[in-house]
């Protein structure tokens, strides 16, 4: 039967996200469970799309991620892949209905990660958008089961969230991405001359963003704001901790959040939750 082979491809999503982040897990597990499988599809592909351009070195990334691009729009188009990451996206994107604007640019930015190891303002914030605002955007499709009028009132906070947890991402691994990667993503750093006052000005464009997905958070359907708020909590945490650090200590070390910290935080927007104090 065929509903077997697409359980077993959402299984596949499932594990590729919490065989790569404990974080998103924690906090995806939090969601209503209607909720939970079609994030995990998109989780799966957008995490197999930036592992060909951020870890396959010994084999052509061009050719492999155009492959997976051409795939990706193939199973869109019949409505199955064999690929069972695919095959579990693209079941999410037909159900949810979500725009195929959000899978080009998503692709855009993959592909300018290929290439590109600088960044101006514009090239940064049109990496960014597709990179990490689209992602935010295609959960919030399935946050809004269909409701198009409060998608279109939550965009612009869905995207300030995934800003903001993109630039936090690229403060803490700046050291990979330049040792790795050869790629400095916030504009006119300099990886041997990183000084307080870029990170200061790093971080106040990331505060910013946090402040403007606060409010989104807040208007979010129940079924999904407890999960986004557990997500933007961790993320939060993990901010202010590269806060208190001096830019040599930033760039010496990936910063982490200890479980015990984020059992914490769990525990403590369990609370806030059981008072109705979310929202």
Do not use: W
């Not at 069972?84 to 949810?96: C, E, G």
């Not at 606060?214 to 129940?222: E, N, Q, R, T, V």
């Amino acid at each position: 039967m065929i509903e077997k082979f697409h359980n077993v491809s959402a299984k596949c999503s499932e594990i590729t996200t919490t065989g790569y982040s404990t974080s998103f897990s924690s906090a995806i597990r939090l969601l209503h469970p209607d909720m939970r499988q079609p994030i995990y599809n998109i989780y799966g592909f957008v995490r197999f799309a930036d592992e060909i351009v951020d870890t396959f070195h010994q084999y052509d990334k061009a050719s492999l991620l155009a492959e997976f691009k051409d795939e990706t729009y193939a199973a869109l188009t019949r409505g199955i892949s064999v690929n069972p990451i695919l095959n579990s996206f693209q079941k999410t994107v037909d159900q949810y209905n979500i725009d195929h604007e959000l899978i080009d640019a998503f692709f855009h930015s993959m592909e300018m990660d290929l290439t590109q190891r600088a960044y101006d303002k514009d090239n940064f914030n049109e990496y960014v958008y597709g990179s990490a605002e689209v992602v935010g955007l295609m959960c919030l499709y399935v946050f809004c089961e269909g409701r198009k009028e409060v998608y279109e009132k939550l965009k612009t906070p869905a995207r300030a969230l995934g800003a903001a947890f993109q630039k936090v991402n690229f403060l803490r691994d700046i050291k990979a991405d330049y040792n790795s990667l050869s790629r400095m993503y916030f504009p006119g750093c300099d990886f041997n001359n990183f000084t307080a006052s870029d990170k200061k000005q790093i971080e106040e464009d990331i505060y910013s963003d946090f402040k403007n997905a606060y409010s989104g958070i807040l208007k979010l359907p129940m079924k999904s704001r407890f999960g986004v708020y557990v997500a933007y909590k961790y993320y939060l945490s993990l901010f202010r901790k590269i806060k208190s650090l001096e830019p040599a200590s930033v760039l010496e070390a990936r910063i982490r959040i200890p479980d015990y910290k984020k059992a914490m935080i769990i525990l403590r927007a369990g609370v806030k939750n059981q008072l109705g104090l979310i929202g």
